[in-house]
Antibody
């Protein structure tokens, strides 16, 4: 059973960089057919897809966030990371990592438990 | 402001059939598959429907999805108290860009 776990600071100051890691267990991040994704959920409930990465390093980003985000992968540690720069209060959300099964149906089938990140001074 | 539009709330009594709508556009729902996710408070969303009308194993056949043009619907028949949750629709837009609805809170009266 694949499991994902987000980790990182829960509080980030405005204008700084939000950095999170998603550690994958129960399976290899190099398994073909899966992209590894970041999704956030605002306090008001709405979901927003941030972007995803293949184990080879190929990435897709949400165009509205593209200028501020970097997603990277470390296959030796079986984890992938999110960096979101120049954060404001509007970036306060629960951040989820999820596995995107691109070949079976293009759906997010496994999710982490979520990490609440608050942007505040 | 979510890209896909859902009603903020829906309700029904046990045993009833309820539907939740999801409205999109020619750049997402009309040309790509629709997905539905179920979320309980304090937990991550869970896949409920994929590729418009397909159920993952373990999802009861009380849940069904459909799509027509730029809109989609989730139907829940034989409503049960444990169906009370938030429901989100999702679709792929241009160039592998996922878009979501704002979510519908389903209340079982």
């Amino acid at each position: 059973q694949v499991q994902l776990q987000e980790s990182g600071p829960g509080l980030v100051k405005p204008s700084q960089t939000l950095s999170l890691i998603c550690t994958v267990s129960g399976g290899s991040i190099t398994s073909g057919g899966y992209y590894w994704s970041w999704i956030r959920q605002y306090p008001g409930k709405g979901l927003e897809w941030i972007g995803c990465i293949y184990y080879s390093g190929s990435t897709y980003y949400n165009p509205s966030l593209k200028s501020r985000i970097t997603i990277s992968v470390d296959t030796s540690k079986n984890h992938f990371s999110l960096n979101l720069g120049s954060v404001t209060a509007a970036d306060t959300a629960v951040y989820y990592c999820a596995r995107l099964d691109l070949y079976s149906g293009s759906y997010f089938d496994y999710w982490g438990q979520g990490k609440l990140v608050t942007v505040s001074s | 402001q979510s890209v896909l539009t859902q009603p903020p709330s829906a309700s029904g009594t046990p045993g009833q059939r309820v539907t939740i709508s999801c409205s999109g556009s020619s750049s997402n729902i009309e040309i790509n598959y629709v997905y539905w996710y179920q979320q309980f408070p304090g937990t991550a969303p869970k896949l409920l429907i994929y590729r418009n009308d397909q159920r993952p194993s373990g999802v009861p056949d009380r849940f069904s999805g459909s799509k027509s043009g730029t809109s989609a619907s989730l139907a829940i028949s034989g409503l049960r108290s444990e169906d009370e949750a938030d429901y989100f629709c999702a679709a792929w837009g241009d160039d592998l860009n996922a878009v979501f609805g704002g979510g519908t809170k389903l209340t079982v009266l």
